[in-house]
């Protein structure tokens, strides 16, 4: 299993970017698919998650109206759409992925399988 995110970058608050993670090795289909991020000195918290097999999406309460977490698994890649971005956003996200979930899909956890991230900075 492999994972790699795409699409961070520097942005104004107000402003919104498209986060990529792309998926390898597994099928889409049959695992949860997690988006966390983990800014310096904190822990690293769940921001969204999508289980087609459980037919299951979640969002954090922090970002709910702002983002929205997408699969398209003819590519094998699952989306995080960030829109009005925030400073408070600025954080190393990260995707992750895991087939059996068994308790809290915001967990970090419960995932064991993990991308590099890809750092999104919101200015001020």
């Known amino acids: 299993v492999q994972l790699v995110e795409s699409g961070g970058g520097l942005v104004q608050a107000g402003g919104s970017l498209r986060l990529s993670c792309a998926g390898s090795?597994?099928?889409?289909?049959?695992?949860?698919i997690g988006w966390f991020r983990q800014a310096p000195g904190k822990e690293r918290e769940g921001v969204s998650c999508i289980s087609r097999r459980d037919s299951t999406t979640w969002v954090a309460a922090s970002v709910k109206g702002r983002f929205t977490i997408s699969m398209d698994n003819t590519k094998n890649t699952v989306y995080l759409q960030m829109n009005n971005l925030k400073p408070e956003d600025t954080a190393i996200y990260h995707c992750?992925?895991?087939?059996?979930?068994?308790?809290?899909?915001?967990?970090?956890?419960?995932?064991?399988?993990w991308g590099q991230g890809t750092q999104v900075t919101v200015s001020s």
């Open positions: 090795g597994f099928t889409f289909d049959d695992y949860a």
């Open positions: 992750a992925a895991d087939r059996y979930i068994s308790g809290d899909y915001d967990s970090p956890r419960e995932y064991d399988f």
